[in-house]
């Protein structure tokens, strides 16, 4: 479904009083810093949504449809995507799987994705899977299997996702590997990475000049003993030993317990080797939930090392990252959860750019620590919302997008749309 901008614009007057005085009141608080900076940066700032996130997600136990409207295909997700991206103005890409989303006529999905304001973010290979009509399996790993076809048949389709994103103007493939072991003594775990590295150094050799290529960790899962890009340095020898055209993505769920993921993104871009970012939240592991829903603090804190390493290397924040949202649901209704998201994020992105770093540094530099922490949480508890809306407000999406969203009853309509009972491709 489509929203028309009049209805964008009667949401925002209905609200937009109350909006004034909240931000009349940001402006006066900080009066001494650059607001006008921040908002643009918000404007400026894109998190690319993943097409297997507008379904319902699930779990090893089962999967319940919840709000019917799935969408069926490539276009049908394209058109969620810039639902979302008219309701908030920060959705302005879609990142697709493949085999789940393989595309028939590239250059018409790209006119029906620019028609929403959409560009095509990292594309995705899955060697976690088996395909049908595939002659070899991946139980036992794909770029690390010993087996030196079946290597071949994974590097073969991260070539394929390449040549497909090429068609769609995709500047980025994201590796992320199964491959591990569940038991001690399964693997060589040299052989492992020495057969990954070979691997990915062929599919290194197809991308084109202008692409970058993602090697993205996860501490376990599916694999519990060892996994074969298991953790930020792992990640980082693959993306050194591979070249400039490769880095290390960091998905918030990837970790072990307590990981202290901020410093880890900072030793990154301390490198110059992180490359893209995937964000969710979670509780115990790779729980996949929204972002900022459990651990904001952390989110905030994670924004703070972001903005630092970046503007210490003069990066472009919305343009030299890859950011996505990398998250699957079983109780919410998809795009719901997503607007959440990406809400979540853009407050805690506003939150780093407000942090005083002068006097940080200062504080750094003394030992103050109490001064340290006061100027971080100063941020961390001043309620930014009416500075993330304001950039809304100016990119001409709604003022609060989730309230629009069940205003103009869009689940219903996708329902009427596509039915009851569809079922989205992928998980
Ligand atoms: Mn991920």
Same mark, same amino acid.
């Given at each position: 479904?489509?929203?028309?901008?009049?209805?964008?614009?009667?949401?925002?007057?209905?609200?937009?009083?109350?909006?004034?005085?909240?931000?009349?009141?940001?402006?006066?608080?900080?009066?001494?810093?650059?607001?006008?900076?921040?908002?643009?940066?918000?404007?400026?700032?894109?998190?690319?949504?993943?097409?297997?996130?507008?379904?319902?997600?699930?779990?090893?136990?089962?999967?319940?449809?919840?709000?019917?409207?799935?969408?069926?295909? @490539? $276009?049908?997700? *394209? &058109?969620?995507?810039?639902?979302?991206? =008219? +309701?908030n103005?920060a959705?302005?890409?879609?990142? !697709?799987?493949?085999?789940?989303?393989?595309?028939?006529?590239?250059?018409?999905?790209?006119?029906?994705?620019?028609?929403?304001?959409?560009?095509?973010?990292?594309?995705?290979?899955?060697?976690?899977?088996?395909?049908?009509?595939?002659?070899?399996?991946?139980?036992?790993?794909?770029?690390?299997?010993?087996?030196?076809?079946?290597?071949?048949?994974? @590097? $073969?389709?991260? *070539? &394929?996702?390449?040549?497909?994103?090429? =068609? +769609?103007?995709?500047?980025?493939?994201?590796?992320? !590997?199964?491959?591990?072991?569940?038991?001690?003594?399964?693997?060589?775990?040299?052989?492992?990475?020495?057969?990954?590295?070979?691997?990915?150094?062929?599919?290194?050799?197809?991308?084109?000049?202008?692409?970058?290529?993602?090697?993205?960790?996860?501490?376990?899962?599916?694999?519990?003993?060892?996994?074969?890009?298991?953790?930020?340095?792992?990640?980082?020898?693959?993306?050194?030993?591979?070249?400039?055209?490769?880095?290390? +993505?960091?998905?918030?769920?990837?970790?072990?317990?307590?990981?202290?993921?901020?410093?880890?993104?900072?030793?990154?871009?301390?490198?110059?080797?992180?490359?893209?970012?995937?964000?969710?939240?979670?509780?115990?592991?790779?729980?996949?939930?929204?972002a900022g829903?459990?651990?904001?603090?952390?989110?905030?804190?994670?924004?703070?090392?972001?903005?630092?390493?970046?503007?210490?290397?003069?990066?472009?924040?919305?343009?030299?990252?890859?950011?996505?949202?990398?998250?699957?649901?079983?109780?919410?209704?998809?795009?719901?959860?997503?607007l959440q998201s990406v809400e979540a994020i853009m407050i805690?992105?506003?939150?780093?750019?407000?942090?005083?770093?002068?006097?940080?540094?200062?504080?750094?530099?003394?030992?103050?620590?109490?001064?340290?922490?006061?100027?971080?949480?100063?941020?961390?508890?001043?309620?930014?919302r009416?500075?993330v809306a304001?950039?809304r407000?100016?990119?001409?999406?709604?003022?609060?997008p989730i309230?629009?969203?069940?205003?103009?009853?869009?689940?219903?309509?996708?329902?009427?749309?596509?039915?009851?009972?569809?079922?989205?491709?992928?998980?």
């Amino acid at each position: 479904m489509n929203i028309e901008q009049n209805q964008i614009e009667k949401h925002n007057d209905s609200l937009l009083t109350s909006h004034q005085r909240k931000l009349n009141f940001l402006k006066e608080e900080w009066s001494h810093v650059d607001l006008e900076s921040v908002i643009q940066k918000l404007v400026d700032f894109q998190i690319a949504i993943p097409s297997w996130a507008l379904g319902t997600g699930g779990t090893r136990f089962g999967r319940f449809a919840i709000s019917g409207g799935e969408p069926r295909t @490539i $276009e049908e997700k *394209i &058109e969620d995507v810039g639902l979302l991206h =008219a +309701l908030n103005a920060a959705s302005g890409a879609i990142s !697709l799987h493949i085999p789940w989303d393989i595309p028939q006529d590239a250059a018409a999905l790209k006119t029906l994705a620019s028609s929403y304001g959409l560009k095509f973010d990292a594309m995705n290979s899955n060697t976690f899977q088996d395909q049908a009509g595939s002659p070899h399996s991946y139980k036992f790993g794909s770029l690390q299997n010993v087996n030196k076809a079946i290597r071949k048949q994974a @590097i $073969e389709h991260n *070539i &394929e996702v390449i040549k497909h994103g090429v =068609a +769609l103007g995709s500047d980025a493939l994201t590796v992320w !590997l199964a491959d591990g072991s569940c038991f001690p003594g399964q693997l060589n775990f040299r052989n492992a990475f020495e057969n990954t590295l070979e691997s990915l150094h062929e599919i290194y050799a197809a991308l084109p000049d202008d692409w970058k290529i993602f090697v993205e960790y996860k501490a376990f899962e599916p694999n519990f003993y060892s996994t074969t890009v298991g953790d930020w340095g792992q990640s980082l020898l693959y993306a050194s030993k591979l070249g400039k055209k490769a880095y290390t +993505l960091v998905d918030l769920g990837h970790h072990l317990p307590n990981a202290n993921i901020e410093q880890i993104v900072a030793l990154l871009l301390m490198e110059g080797k992180l490359g893209g970012f995937h964000f969710n939240d979670s509780k115990y592991g790779d729980d996949d939930l929204t972002a900022g829903s459990i651990k904001p603090y952390q989110l905030f804190l994670i924004f703070n090392e972001l903005v630092e390493g970046m503007d210490a290397k003069n990066m472009n924040h919305a343009k030299d990252m890859g950011w996505m949202i990398d998250a699957s649901h079983n109780v919410k209704d998809p795009l719901e959860d997503l607007l959440q998201s990406v809400e979540a994020i853009m407050i805690a992105y506003a939150q780093a750019l407000l942090v005083d770093r002068k006097a940080l540094k200062a504080a750094q530099d003394n030992n103050d620590v109490a001064a340290a922490q006061e100027i971080l949480q100063n941020t961390f508890r001043s309620d930014l919302r009416a500075v993330v809306a304001e950039a809304r407000l100016r990119a001409g999406a709604a003022l609060s997008p989730i309230g629009l969203y069940r205003d103009l009853q869009c689940r219903q309509s996708l329902v009427k749309q596509r039915g009851l009972n569809t079922v989205a491709t992928g998980l």
